[in-house]
């Protein structure tokens, strides 16, 4: 499950930096130094908001996202009650700390609980399951 969903995040990781793409390509320019940077410094924060948006979306909406969708896996609640945004954000309030300072971080949580969660997982309530067709 856990190399399933490594390999889900990527793919939902590469999609959601087709967004971020295109808008760099828009608004880059050259800095003095000759690299190519967003004007006044939006990049950054571009990219988390379309990234955020990309997982919180899909997974409110759909209890997945494409990724989790081509391995049928899913988001549910560990109690079997409906999921709400308030427990999508939860899941997604570290995953600046998972996911892009520390990566490795999620695959030790996950590695050490029987349900497979991550830290957001845990805080949320939440766990990733194998949708049956």
Known sequence: MIVKRGIA???DFSMALVPFY????LFK????????VVKGGT???FFWLTYSFYFIFQEY???????KRIFRLK??????SKLSLP???KRHLFDFVEMILIPVLPVIIASLNDKNQRLGD???KTQIVRDHP
């Open 87 to 89: 427990d999508v954000l």
């Open 61 to 67: 909406k759909w209890h997945r996202t494409i990724g």
């Open 43 to 45: 990049g950054i924060p």
């Open 9 to 11: 995040y990527i793919i």
């Open 122 to 124: 845990l805080i949320a």
């Open 29 to 36: 320019h050259k800095n003095p130094d000759g690299e190519f």
């Open 22 to 25: 295109i808008y760099f390509q």
């Open 75 to 80: 988001v549910v609640k560990t109690d079997n």
